[in-house]
């Protein structure tokens, strides 16, 4: 089975951190980009952020300065690093590897309350 596996969301305070990471298994993960996306309740799944295969990046607007995505092909994984997290992140976000293919992982839930 060729699924990206996402983990470490939950619950947290405003103003705290957590850090999500995607494992993929099935595919070259090196020659791959990988993204985070999100789907809030009622909204559309947007992109967060993205790292080339060559290790470019990109960020939303409202998440640049306070995400940090990275990947380490030795591992297959690429994380994402949330800090200063505020109620408008809250979430689930998904893992997407996009290459020969595209992969989606299953979702975790991120969710950002006092």
């Known amino acids: 089975q060729v699924q990206p596996v996402g983990s470490g969301g939950g619950l947290v305070q405003p103003g705290g951190s957590l850090r999500l990471s995607c494992v993929a298994s099935?595919?070259?993960?090196?020659?791959?980009?990988m993204s985070w996306y999100r789907q809030a309740p009622g909204k559309e799944r947007e992109r967060v952020t993205t790292?080339?295969?060559?290790?470019?990046?990109y960020y939303e607007d409202s998440v640049k300065g306070r995400f940090t995505i990275s990947r380490d092909n030795n591992k297959n994984t690429v994380y994402l690093q949330m800090n200063s997290l505020k109620p408008a992140d809250t979430a689930v976000y998904y893992c997407?590897?996009?290459?020969?293919?595209?992969?989606w992982g299953l979702g975790t839930q991120v969710t950002v309350s006092s």
């Open positions: 790292i080339t295969s060559a290790g470019s990046t």
């Open positions: 099935g595919f070259s993960f090196r020659l791959y980009g």
């Open positions: 997407n590897a996009k290459g020969m293919n595209t992969y």
